[in-house]
């Protein structure tokens, strides 16, 4: 006989029926919501699909052509608000080498642009959330659902969400982490480091000042700092990449006087822009004192393209915060072991609600190499297990008396 404090868990479990979570990941993914230009197709057909499930949904109207999804489950006693949150726009199909929304099921596989990122998780969410309101009596407080546009370009609308119709006490984003948990997101460093030069013509090289030769200088050191090779248990080492140089070229035959990096650089918890930009300075002023030739611009805060560049520190919870550890409870039996504990090397919606004191973490079926991939796909067992995890989550935070004792914030 299974232990009675299971039960509830099991009976939502059995209702789960996996052909029609497939069949819902697969519509999502054929019709395209291309970030910025998601139109409104998917967000009513989320609707429809989640209203036809017993669930009250609406849209979050952002402009004429782009909405907000959001749903809402009530328990049947006062309790927190706990909203399962995931993007429903994708990164463009143009590039892909597949046919992008075949939403095509083959070799065990979801095919096509956003079954991994995130089509297939928000359909795991959405089935969890239509298993749940089913048995209202068997938690307490809100579980809230809510999709939004634009995560992925085009003007991320989250916050109109997690401010308006889906405010929460706790929050779970469903971005792919193989069915990891991931307790907050990477933080990012923006540089840009120019050098200045002296141009001269080629045939008397020696009189100028070659800026590429002084930048080949610059570069190894910033590599080099500690601080990228300090590995953390849970965070792995901080990355750095030098994504862009650009140099030379201005006039044929001569010393180029100029050339630029842009540095792309996340942050651990460990590592806050503050500290970065002080040994950055302190490296530079010492490479500037052994070369007197070498003159720098350095940059970390810019807007170029309708983008500003700046600075932001990760963001984390605890591993030991009762969130994270009822999740990882209520997990593990669904995974058959206890899931591991990551960080998420971008920026997702927790960061967002970890920022606004609202405790969050990350965890959703698929391997986030598969984002953004020319040939993107979904694990269909992960999907399922993913599906399953959402169901044991929501009903396990809606239920123990740390969460489901607390008064709503
Ligand atoms: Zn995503």
């Not at 593990?332 to 960061?351: D, E, H, M, N, V």
Request: proline share 8%.
């Amino acid at each position: 006989m299974a232990h009675p404090i299971h039960q509830p868990l099991d009976v939502i479990l059995s209702t789960l029926d996996f052909d029609e979570l497939v069949g819902l990941a697969q519509s999502l993914v054929q019709i395209p919501s291309v970030s910025g230009r998601e139109g409104l197709a998917i967000s009513q057909f989320m609707v429809d699909w989640l209203r036809r499930h017993g669930v009250e949904a609406d849209l979050q109207e952002i402009s004429p052509e782009r909405a907000n999804v959001f749903a809402r489950v009530e328990g049947n006693r006062p309790g927190p608000r706990l909203l399962l949150n995931g993007h429903l726009d994708t990164k463009p199909g143009d590039t892909m080498t597949i046919a992008p929304y075949s939403g095509e099921v083959r070799d065990g596989r979801l095919w096509g642009r956003g079954s991994c990122d995130m089509k297939g998780p928000v359909a795991a969410m959405m089935v969890a959330t239509a298993a749940l309101a089913q048995h209202k009596d068997l938690f307490s407080g809100t579980l809230l659902f809510g999709s939004e546009v634009g995560e992925d370009g085009g003007g991320w609308k989250f916050e109109e969400l997690v401010a308006g119709p889906c405010q929460c006490d706790l929050g779970i984003c469903g971005e792919p982490t193989n069915l990891a948990v991931h307790v907050g997101c990477r933080g990012s460093f923006p540089l840009k480091i120019r050098t200045l030069g002296l141009a001269t013509h080629t045939g008397t090289a020696y009189e100028g000042i070659n800026a590429i030769q002084k930048m080949c200088s610059v570069i190894p050191v910033l590599y080099a700092l500690p601080c990228f090779h300090q590995e953390d248990p849970i965070w792995g080492r901080p990355p750095i990449n030098a994504m862009i140089i650009r140099g030379g070229g201005k006039v044929s035959a001569s010393v180029p006087d100029e050339c630029e990096v842009q540095f792309d650089i996340r942050l651990n918890p460990t590592l806050p822009p503050e500290r970065l930009a002080g040994l950055v300075d302190a490296t530079l002023a010492n490479l500037q004192q052994a070369d007197p030739e070498l003159k720098l611009e350095v940059l970390t805060d810019w807007k170029a393209n309708g983008r500003h560049y700046h600075s932001l520190p990760a963001s984390e919870i605890s591993p030991t915060h009762p969130l994270v550890t009822t999740v990882v409870d209520a997990l593990t039996p669904i995974l058959g072991q206890r899931p591991k504990l990551a960080g998420f090397p971008g920026g997702c919606s927790a960061s967002i609600m970890l920022r606004r004191g609202i405790p969050a973490l990350i965890f959703g079926p698929g391997d986030l190499h598969q984002a953004h991939s020319v040939d993107e796909w979904l694990d269909l067992e992960q999907l399922r297990i993913g599906c399953r995890g959402y169901v044991a989550i929501a009903l396990r935070l809606l239920s123990v008396p740390t969460f489901a004792g607390s008064e709503p914030a």
